[in-house]
């Protein structure tokens, strides 16, 4: 009989202790995920100069009047479109959120021109105080809020949403041969640069003469040229599971990449995506 009581009182205080520590857990995992109005509040004075690679087509288009309004709405956020326009006169114009570069678009070496162009548009000319650099495209949701709340227990100076390794020949992205193969690099659909490794970079670039090279695709040119002129840099990939393609809105993901063969999908999917982030915002703000 003392046996059993005590059997019992064991149980229970194993119980009591596993109960204490799942209220704990459960506490930290909402800490975690930015439901702790501190950890928000310190989060959001991460300043992000967010670049979005941009093709004003229709469908395109569409895609930017639907996620400005969530990039919009973002405290020490600043969200910069940018594409090639031939008709204006000059160099830059840039008009509310869209920057349009004077040039022609072009698959190679069209996005790599423009992107550097655009770096160096924002780093000569653009008043915004910074601590990361991303660069996104249109079709990719960036969820600011994870973003920088990752960022902020995971400082980086490299990285991004998903880590590509040049391991195949890709003639329509300039991978003729084998002389890049075993590169690392961030997918271009989300490129993440702290303000020190961005700003010695356009440094490098407008004052020192060193150039990218132009033969292969914007992200894969990036990615050499940190490693042969950073060696010393690593590259940082977002926590696994923080980087979807064409699937729906979850709270916890950080990047959303959106790529059909039906555009129209993407458009829809994009629509629910944002709003709901839109949703969770307006809630934290009552908090």
């Known amino acids: ?21 799942f209220i704990y857990f459960s506490q930290k995992i909402k800490e975690f995920y930015n439901d702790n109005p501190v950890n928000k509040t310190i989060s959001n004075k991460i300043k992000i100069l967010h670049l979005v690679l941009f093709n004003p087509d229709s469908h395109y288009r569409q895609m930017y009047e639907i996620t400005r309004k969530y990039y919009k709405s973002l405290e020490n956020v600043k969200t910069i479109y940018y594409t090639f326009y031939e008709t204006i006169e000059e160099d830059f114009l840039l008009r509310d959120d869209i920057l349009y570069i004077k040039g022609k678009e072009t698959y190679l070496p069209g996005i790599l021109d423009k992107t550097v162009k655009a770096f160096e548009f924002c780093y000569l000319n653009l008043n915004y105080e910074y601590d990361y650099i991303v660069r996104s495209n249109v ?18 100076d490299f990285g991004g949403g998903d880590i590509y390794k040049v391991d195949h020949i890709d003639i329509p992205c300039g991978i003729i041969d084998y002389q890049h193969f075993g590169l690392e690099y961030p997918q271009g659909t989300a490129i993440i640069f702290s303000k020190i490794l ?44 923080l980087f979807v393609t064409n699937l729906p809105y979850n709270e916890n993901i950080v990047f959303y990449r959106n790529k059909n063969d039906k555009r129209e999908y993407d458009l829809k999917n994009m629509d629910k995506i944002i709003s709901k982030l839109l949703e969770k915002s307006r809630r934290d703000q009552e908090i």
Request: proline share 2%; hydrophobic share 50%.
């Open 1 to 21: 009989m003392k046996f059993i009581i005590f059997l019992l009182i064991v149980i229970s205080l194993i119980s009591l202790i596993s109960f204490i520590y």
């Open 139 to 156: 079709s990719t949701i960036v969820n600011m809020d994870m973003l920088r709340h990752h960022l902020l227990g995971h400082p980086i």
């Open 198 to 241: 961005f700003d010695r970079m356009m440094k490098d670039i407008l004052y020192s003469g060193k150039k990218m090279d132009r033969k292969v695709i914007d992200d894969v040119a990036i990615g050499l040229f940190i490693r042969d002129n950073y060696p010393s840099i690593e590259i940082y990939k977002i926590k696994k599971g």
